[in-house]
C-alpha cells in the first residue's frame, strides 16, 4: 500500500470520527489501568458493567488494596478469568502504593514490570491515558493491518513497528482507536462489512463483498 493511500484512509477516520477514545468506561489513569487489565480475553460490555458497581466503592490503588482479593472478586466474577484478574490487580495496586506513591506510572519499562500488564496494555495506558503515540496492536488491528494490506506482518510486534513507521505522523496519536473501532464493527473477522466501510475504495483486500 503507497504513502498517499495511507493518508487517505486516515483522513477519512478522522473527519468521520475527530476525536476517537477507548470504549471502556474510566475518568483517571488508575482507573484505566484496572480496566485495561480485566479487558484481556472479555469485552468492553462487561468490563464496564463491572467497573461501574466496584469504581464508586474502590477507584484508587489504597481503596483497591482496602477491599482486598476475595471482594474484588465479586465484583468482577463475570468477567473471564476473574481470579487471576483479581490477583494482578491486587498485586498491581501494592506496587502502585509501595513505589509510586499511589499513582501509574508513565514508561513502558515501569507499566510493564506490574502483573497482567504486557506491551499491549502498556501502549493503551501510554496512549490513551498520557497521550503517547504508541499502538497496541490487539487482534482487530493484526487482522486488519494485514487483510487491508496497511501495514502486513505475522506477529503483534512486527505489525506495531510497520504502524509507528507507515502511519503519517499526525494520525498517530489517534490511529489505535481509528483502527479497533474499524476492526471492531466494520472489517469484523469473519464477514466484513465492505458495503458500509468509507475506506472501501482504498482497501487491498483480495475478497470484498458487495
Known amino acids: 500500500m503507497n504513502a498517499e493511500k495511507r493518508r487517505e484512509i486516515f483522513l477519512r477516520f478522522k473527519a468521520a470520527n475527530p476525536h476517537p477514545t ?31 458497581m466496584l469504581y464508586p466503592v474502590a477507584n484508587t490503588p489504597e481503596a ?79 487482522r486488519l493491518a494485514n487483510r487491508i494490506n496497511l501495514a502486513p506482518g505475522k506477529t503483534v510486534l512486527e505489525v506495531e513497528k510497520k504502524l509507528l513507521k507507515v502511519i503519517p505522523k499526525e494520525f498517530l496519536h489517534d490511529a489505535h482507536h481509528w483502527l479497533i473501532l474499524h476492526g471492531r464493527y466494520v472489517c469484523q473477522a469473519r464477514k466484513p462489512k465492505c458495503a458500509e466501510c468509507l475506506i472501501r475504495d482504498l482497501c487491498e483486500y483480495k475478497h470484498k463483498g458487495g
Open 22 to 52: 477507548t470504549e471502556l468506561e474510566y475518568s483517571t489513569p488508575f482507573e484505566l489501568l484496572v480496566a485495561v487489565i480485566l479487558s484481556a480475553q472479555a469485552t468492553d460490555v462487561s468490563v464496564n458493567a463491572a467497573t461501574r
Open 64 to 142: 483497591m488494596l482496602d477491599l482486598g482479593e476475595e471482594k474484588l472478586s465479586r465484583y468482577i466474577e463475570r468477567i473471564g478469568l476473574y481470579k487471576t484478574k483479581a490477583k494482578h490487580v491486587i498485586k498491581t495496586c501494592r506496587i502502585l502504593v509501595e513505589q509510586y506513591g499511589g499513582q501509574v506510572p508513565n514508561t513502558r519499562e515501569a507499566l510493564e514490570a506490574l502483573p497482567g500488564v504486557g506491551r499491549k496494555t502498556a501502549n493503551v495506558i501510554l496512549n490513551t491515558a498520557f497521550g503517547e503515540p504508541t499502538i497496541a496492536v490487539d487482534t482487530h488491528i493484526f
